[in-house]
């Protein structure tokens, strides 16, 4: 194949961009790479271009490499190209560096064996040290960003190879004294100091005069492959977090460097911290990070090579080098920083975090630092949250949360606030921390009981009320107020419950029983026909027990009058499990027996007489294994019954083939709106049928469920009518599910196939026009169109049949005034309260003209698409 225009890659790509592993799956997917590295050497490819297609295996490697043979041939290819590139100025050298090596690691091919490997590492020392390679790699003016270049590429190679560069720490050593990029240079090194510090403990052996400056790695060999090996077996890959202090989980503290090690160390890591001011606030809080790392418990070597840095960075406005600073403080503690050091930091932390104008992530970022703040001598056992021994209520106060924070910020400052009370000394007093906290927590609940009122302030509210349990859990002075505030929110706001029955479900027995009793007692003591019923029993369900017995069966006796639906129904079938759980006795069953009597749904009544044979047959323990969730299945959510192997068939609404065949039957223009036939098949007997319709978008208003008792095949059942109530004059589609019951007793649920509702299902007759002024009657309504309307004129094909035959198959109910042949004035009243009235004239050959006028100007399209499909239906 020849090579590829610019807008065919173009297309190529962005094919591939799309669904990458598609493309590769497809005919075109097998070429691309070979393609891709062929057209890199084209001549009528503009560069601009060719960088494209280098991105393209930057972000891909995995896809177009797919194994270690490719990536060879793919790096191979690179290089290639490279050398042959022309010696003037090129933005391809850069790319070309990244894609070979890239496709060298993604392939995992990099290795002492690979032939690509043995070109690109030396090539890359050589360009990391400036050296002149030839004309072949560019002008003089090019090398430099080359050099930065190499340093990259070798830093990712030291990365996915640890100890890679271990014998060549002393050449980059050298380098960093010399001009050049400082920045790639020092975190190359930095970087390679560091693993090789770490294998070398793990092993057990020492620097070996890695650090000694020299022009070229020891025994002509640039590349460890052997301390490679090491980093691959012992050197986890890096984490923006600390090792464990303890010695031996480190492996550091065994490393005791000689004399002259030490002193190497030292020189490697003060030349690394002098010229750290140079890098990007990003650059330098890695570099300190690795070189922090590395130091960390070497025997002998005290951290004091950072204390002049502390005083540069402790006054730092830049949020990367504030964490580096907390991330030395982690490590290192008071053999670093002094009291003194400590509580200035502390307080720089606590005046930013108060500062008005700043940013929320910054505010959070503050926030979390004062929570997570290392000190240098910490009270409590490891892990364990508490506040900082510095910052008291005094120095808190300005952190206090508020009801105008953002909800981030405000759970962050209430996180600090509940440490705070832990090792409050003034509980109850005016400006005590506890104070401000019951202040807070009672603002956020009255937010939450407003009715109508936004879900985030309820989410908010259980949020900060989940954070003060589980602060303070051991505080009943904090919890026992909770406990009656979110007591009186239920009351207030009986839609909570799903927040109820999360917060329920996440905390311990500390808050979990007292507020189950509160919540029973709120809801037993309601009517048990209000509104708020299905709320009242989704906290029955989760609460219900043996206790206070007699309150709880009273309500769901009166509630049961009132549960004429399925949901409601379930609703309080799943309380009654949950009292069949809890051991409930004689009461119980009078009431599923009452509700087996009283209940006309059939599935309702059907569970009701089973849970009652349950009770009446089974002894605790079986009962208990009956309704139980079974270890053998995942639990589903019902609120039936949790899933059991003996009885999920049975209680559990399942999903299943649906048995049934749902159309559009013929169009009526009977009643006072628009109604739908529907007619129904069925390929096996069904009962208790329930289908339920969802309008797609916003045009129709909620239809009503239609129920059939009982549908056999083979036998006719009489058209379903569906009456549609739009809230515009347009077409859509209904979706429909099915709930009915099988022979074999399943109660099972189905999708089937959406309905269409046409524009011509809407179309209803006007009233019986006068006799004798039928013309009259239509000249009134065309003239009331307008202004308010919009009229429009266009040509109707007919068919073989004619214009006679069109209007008798589609329009007679419409007709008001009929000239048969030669004309029809048709009018048609559309739902809600717009009207469409046609003029068909004198049919000519092949077509009609029709004029149209309507009240309602969004009517045309529609009414335009209607005539001109009729002819085809002729």
């Not at 104070?435 to 302030?457: I, K, T, V």
Request: charge should be negative; aromatic fraction near 6%.
């Amino acid at each position: 194949m020849g090579p590829l225009s610019r807008e065919t890659w173009a297309q190529r790509l962005g094919a591939f961009r799309a669904s990458p592993s598609t493309f590769m799956a497809g005919p075109e997917g097998e070429d691309l790479g070979r393609d891709l590295l062929s057209e890199l050497r084209s001549e009528k490819l503009s560069e601009q271009t060719k960088v494209s297609l280098l991105a393209l295996s930057l972000e891909y490697p995995a896809q177009l490499w797919p194994d270690g043979t490719a990536a060879e041939a793919a790096a191979t290819s690179l290089l290639d190209t490279l050398v042959l590139l022309p010696p003037r100025p090129s933005a391809l050298r850069r790319p070309l560096l990244l894609a070979a090596t890239t496709a060298l690691v993604a392939g995992d091919a990099l290795g002492p064996t690979s032939e690509a490997s043995r070109r690109l590492l030396p090539l890359l020392l050589c360009l990391a040290c400036s050296r002149d390679l030839g004309r072949c790699f560019g002008p003089a003016s090019e090398q430099r960003p080359l050099q930065a270049t190499a340093c990259e590429c070798l830093r990712e190679l030291e990365s996915c190879k640890p100890g890679l560069l271990g014998g060549c720490l002393g050449l980059l050593r050298g380098l960093l004294g010399q001009e050049g990029p400082v920045q790639p240079l020092s975190l190359l090194l930095a970087l390679a100091l560091r693993n090789a510090l770490v294998i070398q403990a793990k092993a057990g052996a020492g620097l070996q005069g890695m650090l000694m400056a020299a022009d070229t790695p020891s025994g002509g060999d640039p590349w460890n492959w052997a301390l490679a090996e090491e980093g691959d077996t012992h050197l986890q890959p890096q984490a923006p977090s600390w090792p464990p202090a303890v010695e031996e989980e480190c492996g550091l503290a065994v490393l005791e460097p000689s004399p002259e090690e030490a002193r190497e160390l030292r020189a490697a890591v003060a030349q690394l911290l002098d010229t750290s001011y140079l890098l990007t606030p990003v650059a330098q809080a890695q570099l300190l990070w690795l070189l922090g790392w590395a130091l960390r418990g070497l025997r002998g070597q005290p951290p004091v090579f950072f204390k002049p840095q502390l005083v540069r960075l402790l006054g730092t406005a830049q949020l990367t080098l504030l964490h580096a600073v907390l991330a030395l403080k982690a490590a290192f503690g008071e053999a670093l920083f002094t009291a003194q050091d400590e509580a200035l930091l502390l307080r720089r932390l606590t005046v930013a975090a108060q500062h008005p104008a700043l940013p929320l992530p910054a505010h959070l970022f503050y926030l979390h630092c004062l929570l997570s703040f290392p000190e240098n001598w910490p009270l409590g056992p490891m892990g364990e949250e508490a506040a900082p021994l510095l910052l008291g209520p005094q120095m808190g106060h300005g952190l206090v949360p508020s009801l105008l924070h953002d909800p981030m910020a405000l759970l962050a400052r209430l996180h600090l606030l509940c440490l705070l009370c832990v090792e409050d000394e003034e509980k109850g007093q005016e400006r005590s921390p506890q104070h401000y906290l019951e202040e807070l927590l009672a603002g956020l609940r009255q937010r939450a009981a407003l009715d109508g009122g936004p879900r985030a302030s309820a989410t908010l509210c259980f949020q900060a009320s989940y954070l003060v349990v589980r602060c303070l859990a051991t505080q009943p002075t904090v919890l026992t107020p909770l406990t009656h505030g979110l007591a009186r929110l239920y009351h207030a706001r009986p839609a909570l419950a799903p927040h109820f029955v999360d917060l329920l479900n996440r905390v311990g027995p500390e808050l979990g029983e007292p507020l189950r009793v509160a919540l029973r007692q709120e809801v037993v003591s309601q009517p048990g026909r209000d509104e708020a019923l299905r709320w009242h029993l989704q906290i029955l369900a989760k609460v219900a027990d043996g206790d206070a017995l007699s309150a709880t069966l009273g309500f769901l006796g009166a509630a049961a009058a009132h549960c004429t639906d399925w949901g409601l129904q379930q609703a309080l079938l799943g309380v009654c499990r949950a009292l069949l759980r809890a051991g409930a006795g004689d009461g119980l069953a009078d009431l599923l027996q009452a509700l087996a009597r009283q209940w006309e749904d059939p599935d309702g009544r059907d569970h009701a007489r089973l849970y009652y044979i349950l009770l009446a047959h089974l002894s605790g323990p079986k009962l208990g294994m009956a309704l139980g969730p079974s270890p053998a299945a995942p639990t589903l959510a019902s609120s039936l019954v949790a899933e059991n192997q003996g009885f999920a068939a049975v209680l559990m609404v399942q999903e299943a083939p649906a048995p049934i065949r749902l159309s559009v039957g013929p169009r009526g223009v009977a009643g006072a709106g628009p109604v739908l036939q529907l007619q129904l098949e069925v390929l096996e007997p069904v009962f208790s049928l329930e289908l339920r319709f969802r309008v797609q978008g916003q045009l129709y208003a909620p239809l009503e469920a239609v129920h059939v008792p009982c549908l056999c095949p083979g036998r006719p059942c009489r058209p379903l009518l569906l009456s549609l109530q739009p809230r515009r004059p347009a077409p859509t589609r209904l979706d429909v599910r099915a709930l009915y019951t099988t022979p074999t007793g399943l109660t099972c649920h189905a999708h089937l196939p959406p309905l269409p509702v046409n524009f011509a299902d809407l179309f209803l007759p006007f009233p019986q026009a006068p006799e004798g002024d039928k013309l009259g009657f239509f000249e009134a309504l065309w003239d009331s169109c307008l202004p308010k309307g919009a009229e429009s004129r266009l040509w109707c094909p007919l068919g073989p049949q004619g214009l006679e035959a069109l209007v008798s198959r589609h329009l007679e109910p419409f007709v008001v005034v009929a000239q048969p042949p030669t004309s029809y004035l048709v009018a048609i009243r559309l739902p809600p309260d717009s009207r469409l009235l046609l003029r068909l004239e004198v049919a000519q050959a092949g077509g009609v003209p029709v004029a149209f006028r309507t009240d309602d100007w969004t009517v045309l399209p529609l009414a335009g698409d209607y005539l001109r499909g009729l002819s085809a239906t002729v």
